[in-house]
């Protein structure tokens, strides 16, 4: 059977064995220890022993740890050697690579995420189409983009879609709103109320739609808009609270608005990678989905 694991557990795992200090290997690797933590202990869950032994003052490596992590360490030189020379390969490339993505990954995930692909690939220019859910979905299919970060698409034989991560839709209200007052607010406490909401057609209503439904919760729309930020916008003149994504919250558009989870029933949406099934990704934009799928995994 296989071994299910990733290049950055088997890394970890070595970055500790080295610094003999879950601090420092998570320093060396840009991850908080929790995270760290997480990754040893799914690749010992995966091998099916323990790798390292923890007592508050060190860690050192267990028999099977001294064993195999040499292994790894000789695995790992030759994968970095192997990289290195696509990457200088890379550095001679030129070209334009387009992606689509919802405007709320665009603002939370990329800038970071394309730095990074920037010192790889210094000669690709990088496209980036901020587009709705339905767009980015149009994009990917006409071949304008060669992927999107964006909302799963219904029954399209087209198009293939991967998970990323689940996205919680909450409260969003100005600060002097009551409700920005309750401790705890519920999705009855929206009952009633004149709500902000974008319109039917898109990716977010229809998730919003779909939840609230299998919760069997009922809200008042009142006040109906294309896109996110114009929701966002008539919440700050005061029109009213709104439900929205909490990623689409975190943008400059809502620095002066509160988002808050809302109780009683879990309403998300499922952001992930859309792209053309019968395609094969070009180098470039595998390696651009590879490091946005880190930064999902890792945030």
Known sequence: MPLNCELLDLRALIAVAEGKSFLRAAKQLNLSQPALSRRVQKLEATIGTPLLERTTRSVRLTPAGQEIVPLLRRLIEEIDSSLLGMMALGERQAGRLTVASIPSATVR??????????????????????????????????GEAEFAISLPVTSDGDLSFEPLTDDPYGLVCRRDDPLAELPDPTWTDLTGLRLV???????????????????????????????????????????????????????????????????????????????????????????LMALLAAAWVDR
Do not use: K
Request: contains cysteine.
């Open 109 to 142: 995930f990329l800038p970071d995420v394309l730095e990074r692909f920037g010192r790889e690939y210094r000669n690709v220019r990088v496209r980036v189409l901020d587009l709705s859910a339905t767009e980015c979905a149009e994009a990917v299919r006409t």
């Open 197 to 287: 909401t974008v319109h039917m057609g898109s990716g977010n209503r229809t998730a919003l739609d779909a939840g609230l439904t299998r919760a069997g919760i009922e809200l008042r729309w009142f006040y109906e808009v294309t896109r996110l930020t114009s929701a966002l916008a008539l919440v700050q003149a005061g029109l009213g609270p709104s439900v929205l994504p909490r990623l689409a919250c975190t943008g400059p558009d809502a620095r002066d608005l509160l988002w808050r989870p809302l109780r009683g029933a879990e309403v998300v949406r499922t952001i992930g990678v859309l792209r053309r099934a019968s395609a094969t990704l070009s180098p470039t934009a595998s390696r």
